[in-house]
């Protein structure tokens, strides 16, 4: 590294706050959060008349919570003075940012259209061009690419989150790791990880490889304990890989499932396999991916509540739901400067989760596992909601299984699901153990009782690694829409 490349590292780590975290702290990521907290108190004459000048150690829930709508008050100011959009969409409904004082009251703020945001990503921006140090273009998992800016503050940001979430899983100064998200177009989680890890002074190395055995050279090469990557990939690679190595020899210390769904079948497989816990992550593009990060406890993940306000929402009423009640996630980013958002929409099913948690935690709100999202669900049989990950626990807890695609079809006046299964072991047991695993759903039990649902079709093939796509959808619904 040049030494002027060096020192602007060196500046840029030394405005990171996660940095100055303690060694021995039991819970980093939620003592970064209220250093925030406390920091904002102290800067920030609005909510210091609320909250007080706090400690960081005396942030509580109600002190958190003052700060967020604090930050959404602002937010709403900002964007009215910066954003098209959003000067726009206040005027119209008529809200203002005094209105909002407490939880109950973000519900009159209007929703935020993800259309809306890849319509006329401009109208979103709230700085100047010349101020953009990123932009950064969704790959549109639902059809719709959107544009996003973040400013240096808010890249700074990003990575400051990244890496105190990255500590909340225990990753200290000696760790390195590995970083496997197989490179798909215009969708690169790794590499802006890997540029986090390097500006907050952790080890990364980001191995984009799909071949398993180099994933474990570099696993040994670089003295790896820790591992992220797409969840399907990290699967994958450890059916694989334990038929020839034994994988708790590695010593990893922690895997981070991301970018999609951790069925609870691939996380005890995860598990047994290393002999580490095995964790989610959830994070959309729009939020700048660092969003929510699992504990140990297993119980939710939890959210950056300095940077993100999530609610959850029935999508027919806008009305908030309860406590462990399912509904939409909605999303306001806090502190983005480039193009934040206000009350966005995901379309991600999820629920809130709230304090404290098993692991400890007194003030972190946390959401559910993503259930599905609303606008990829399919209906079947007599009616009941399919989401793409329905089948993964039936599917993925035969033994073998490294994974599988369904397509929706019509036969008849029924509906039949065709599943394609790549299996490693004798085929006619594996077709036999996933077509019985299937049958023992609810959702097959009944629509076939009910003569509505054809009994699944189950094709096993073997391992195909040449092939393998990340990120293709699980679940294809081929029946006309329009009947
Ligand atoms: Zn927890």
Redesign the pocket.
């Known amino acids: 590294m040049n030494p002027f490349k060096r020192l602007m590292l060196a500046i840029a780590r030394s405005r990171l706050s996660s940095t100055k975290l303690q060694e021995g702290s039991r819970h980093p990521l939620e003592d970064w959060v209220c250093a925030k907290v406390a920091a904002t108190a102290k800067g920030e004459a609005e909510l210091r008349t609320i909250i007080g000048r706090v400690r960081p150690e005396e942030v509580d829930r109600e002190a958190l919570l003052e700060y967020q709508l604090f930050k959404v008050r602002h937010q709403m100011r900002y964007t009215l003075e910066n954003s098209y959009y959003y000067k726009a969409k206040w005027g119209k409904a008529g809200v203002s940012p005094s209105d909002i004082r407490e939880y109950e009251d973000l519900i009159k703020i209007p929703l935020t259209e993800p259309m809306d945001l890849a319509e006329d990503s401009m109208g979103f921006l709230c700085v100047s061009q010349t101020k953009v140090m990123r932009a950064f273009t969704t790959s549109g998992t639902s059809g719709t690419r959107k544009r996003l800016f973040y400013t240096r503050g808010d890249v700074l940001n990003i990575v400051d989150a990244i890496a105190a979430a990255l500590k909340d899983v225990g990753m200290r100064g000696q760790d390195t790791l590995q970083i496997m998200f197989p490179t798909v177009a215009a969708w690169d989680p790794g590499l802006m990880l890997e540029s986090a890890c390097q500006v907050a002074g952790l080890r990364a190395v980001n191995a984009t490889t799909i071949d398993i055995d180099e994933q474990l050279r570099i696993m040994r090469e670089r003295k790896t304990s820790m591992l992220i990557g797409l969840t399907s990939f990290l699967y994958r690679l450890t059916v694989l890989a334990k038929e020839k190595e034994d994988l708790r020899s590695f010593g990893i210390k922690a895997i981070i499932c991301s970018a999609e769904p951790l069925p609870e079948a691939m996380r005890m497989e995860l598990e047994q396999a290393w002999g580490c816990p095995a964790l989610s992550q959830y994070g959309m593009t729009e939020m700048g991916l660092a969003t929510t990060i699992e504990?140990r406890?297993q119980d939710g993940l939890?959210v950056d509540a300095a940077d993100y306000l999530p609610e959850v929402i029935d999508p027919t009423t806008g009305q908030h739901v309860k406590d462990r009640t399912e509904g939409e996630l909605v999303w306001t980013s806090l502190c983005f400067e480039g193009s934040p958002l206000v009350r966005y929409r995901s379309y991600d099913i999820s629920m809130r989760i709230d304090p404290p948690?098993?692991?400890g935690?007194l003030t972190l709100p946390k959401i559910g596992k993503i259930k599905g999202r609303m606008d990829m669900q399919s209906k079947v049989g007599l009616g009941d909601k399919v989401y793409p990950h329905l089948f993964d626990e039936a599917v993925l807890k035969v033994r073998g299984v490294l994974g599988y695609r369904a397509v929706i079809e019509k036969a008849g006046y029924k509906d039949l699901l065709r599943f394609k299964v790549e299996y490693m072991g004798d085929p006619k047991e594996g077709k036999k153990l996933v077509e019985e695993s299937l049958q023992s759903l609810d959702e097959f039990k009944l629509g076939m009782e009910n003569d509505l649902l054809a009994p699944p079709e189950v094709e096993v093939v073997p391992p195909d690694q040449e092939h393998w796509v990340p990120k293709s959808p699980t679940l294809v619904d081929k029946r006309n829409q329009f009947e």
């Open positions: 504990c406890s939890h948690c098993g692991c935690m």
